[in-house]
């Protein structure tokens, strides 16, 4: 079973309102990611984290920030929501060494109005 | 960059043996993952590959040829439970990432 969280579930806002999606695991895991995905399609990588205090970009560009300040702890935050944020957002961890297999969230719908 | 393929449906019945292919493009190369993902929900690790040949798990296998660039994932003795996605996806550049195929919609009726 895996053990990483990440709320809120659903989130329905109006545009130009800050968010932060948050992600924890209580697996001890280095590497921490944030994927984007529409209904039906591929997951894009928009960031990633190799371990406390680093973080980098991913292959799809995003407006989106992180941090990683805790090993357990991988928010992503959005200073201002518009309707093109609109889509699931799934935070994943994985040990070092062992990239292959990504233990995912629930993920968190966002739909920006 | 990297570039994964793989077929966007596939329909089966229920007891049937379905295989689902990925082809993939990529400059440096780490091993072949396979994911499911049912409607709503988060994908799960089903398997990996870092050397040619068959690796099986239960129902599931998973192949891999890396002089051909190429993999699938077999899934037999199908179940109705089974209808979901499915991504296969590699190490990217930089080692580090693990990018992901199109994903191929696996449609199992009675």
């Known amino acids: 079973e895996a053990d990483i969280y990440q709320t809120p579930r659903y989130l329905v806002i109006g545009t130009g309102k800050k968010i932060t999606l948050e992600c924890s695991q209580t697996?001890?895991?280095?590497?921490m990611y944030w994927y984007q995905q529409d209904p039906g399609m591929e997951l894009h990588l928009i960031h990633y984290?190799?371990?406390?205090?680093?973080?980098e970009k991913g292959d799809l560009s995003s407006e989106s920030t992180v941090s990683r300040i805790r090993t357990e702890h991988f928010p992503l935050t959005l200073e201002s929501a518009r309707p093109s944020h609109t889509s699931q957002y799934l935070c994943a961890s994985g040990r070092a060494g062992d990239n292959e297999k990504l233990f995912f969230g629930s993920g968190t719908q966002l739909s920006v109005l | 960059g990297q570039s994964l393929e793989q077929p966007s449906e596939v329909t089966a019945v229920e007891g049937a043996i379905v295989q689902i292919n990925c082809t993939y493009q990529t400059s440096g190369f780490y091993g072949l993952s396979w994911y499911q993902q049912h409607d709503g929900g988060a994908p799960t690790f089903l398997s990996y590959n870092a050397l040619d040949g068959l690796e099986e798990t239960g129902r599931f296998s998973s192949f891999l040829s890396r002089s051909d660039s190429y993999g699938y994932l077999l899934l037999q003795e199908l179940q109705m439970k089974d209808s979901a996605s499915y991504f296969c996806?590699?190490?990217?550049?930089?080692?580090?990432?693990?990018?992901f195929g199109t994903g191929t919609r696996l449609l199992v009726s009675p």
């Open positions: 984290s190799y371990g406390v205090n680093s973080t």
């Open positions: 996806a590699v190490k990217g550049t930089g080692f580090q990432k693990l990018v």
């Open positions: 697996m001890g895991h280095d590497k």
